[in-house]
C-alpha cells in the first residue's frame, strides 16, 4: 500500500469522535492582545495590524472599498464567471426564500393576545478569507441568506492582498456585489472581527459576524462573543459517502477527492459492505490523486484523517454515519429515499449517484456552511434564521387578567417571589375596588 492510499478498516479501528483543538495558549494571548487594542484604540490599532501583518499601508479612508472599485471588479472577471455566478445566486436566494419565518398573533375571546414578531437583525459583518482562501462560493452563502432575511446593512470584510497591494480580489467584490453587500472593508485577521464587533470610527459595529477564517479569525470569534453574536467555530470540511455493492467507485473517489483537497485537516470517510467496492474505491483514490493539482493537500488529508470503514451491512454503516455526525453525507446507495429517514445527524444530505457534493457547495441553492466536527448532533446550516431575532408579544386584558391571576400569584409565592405576586394582586385589589 502506498502513501497515497487510503486504509480499509473496521469502524472499530477508527477513531469516530473528531474534534479539533483550537486551545493553544499562545495564540489566544496574541488574539487577546490584538481585539483589545482595536477596542481601546480603533482606526489606528486596525491599520498598525494591517500593515504589521498583510504588508499593507492604509489611511482611515482607504479602508472602505469604493462602489467605483467594485465596478470595476466586474471588468476583471471573465463573462462565464459571471454568468454562472448569477445562476448559483438565483438558485440560493430561491432556496433560502422558502425558510423566512413570518409573525404571528392568537387573539382569544377573553382579550388575551399572544404572538411572535420575526424581524431581522439591523447589520451583520461578514468575514471573508484572501489571498488562496478566496472562495466566491462562500461570499454568496453567507450574504445572499442575510439579504433575504432583510438584513438592512451587510458589511463585508476581507484582508487586502499581501506584498504591499491594497487590491481585494475582483471575484469575491463581484461575489458581494451580486449577493447584495451594502459596505465591503479591506480588513483582515482578528483584527477584522474585533472591529465589526466593537467598532472603530471608520468602520461601525454589528449585530452579529459570520464567515470562515484561520484559526487567528476563529479565535476572535470565540472571544467577542456575547458582545456579538456569531454563526459558528468551524473545523474543517468532513465528507461521509455510503455506498453499497452498486455504486461507481470512481464517482465515489473524486467525491472524497473534493474535499480532502480542501486542506490537510479534511476527513473523507467511505462507509460500506462491500469488500469489493472498498478495494475498487482504494485503488481509484490512489490513480486520481496522482493526477490532482492538489495532490499534496489531499494526499495528507487521506493519510491523516481519511478511511474506508468496511460494515457489516448498510444499518451499521448508517449507525457509524450518525455517530460522526458529518458535515457533508452521500447516500450512494440503490434506494436512498428509503433509507434517508434512518439519518439522524448531518449537515447536508445528498441522494443518489449524480447528487455530488460540489453540487450543493456551489450551486444547487442549500447553503454550503455547515456544522462540522460532529456538531451536526445539535447545530444546523446557515439560514436565513441566522440573520432573524424574535420577540414575544403579551397582551391581557382586564378579563383575562382576573381569569388567571390566581394562578399567578400562586406560583410567585411557591418561588418566593413576593414582588411578582403583588405585581398582580396591586391590580385584582384595585379593580374590585374600584
Known sequence: MSDMSMRIMRPSEFALDRRIDTENAEEQRIVRDIVERVRAEGDQAVLEYT???????????????????????????????????RGAAKNIRSYHEKQLKQSWFDAQPNG???????????????????????????????????SVAGVQEIVMVTPPSTAGQEGINPYILVAAAEA???????????????????????????????????IFVALAKRLVYGVVDIDSIAGPSEIVVIADDRANAAYIAADLLSQAEHDEMASAVLLTPSERLAKAVQAEVERQLDALPRKTVAAESVRRHGAILLTESLEEAIAVSNRLAPEHLELMVEDPLGWLGRIENAGAIFLGDYSSEPVGDYYAGPNHVLPTSGTARFFSPLGVD?????????????????ESGEHIMTLARREGLEGHARAIEVRLTAERNG
Open 180 to 214: 447584495g453587500v451594502t459596505e465591503v472593508y479591506r480588513v483582515g485577521g482578528a483584527q477584522a472581527i474585533a472591529a465589526l464587533a466593537y467598532g472603530t470610527e471608520t468602520i461601525p459595529a454589528v449585530d452579529k459576524i459570520v464567515g470562515p477564517g484561520n
Open 386 to 402: 441566522t440573520f432573524l431575532k424574535r420577540s414575544s408579544l403579551i397582551s391581557y386584558s382586564r378579563q383575562a387578567l382576573f
Open 51 to 85: 500593515a504589521k501583518l498583510d504588508r499593507v499601508t492604509l489611511t482611515a479612508p482607504e479602508l472602505r472599498v469604493t462602489q467605483e472599485e467594485i465596478q470595476a471588479a466586474y471588468d476583471q472577471v471573465d463573462p462565464e464567471f459571471t454568468a454562472a455566478l
Open 112 to 146: 388575551t393576545m399572544l404572538g411572535q414578531i420575526v424581524r431581522p437583525l439591523k447589520r451583520v459583518g461578514v468575514y471573508v478569507p484572501g489571498g488562496k482562501a478566496a472562495y466566491p462560493s462562500s461570499v454568496l452563502m453567507n450574504i445572499i441568506p442575510a
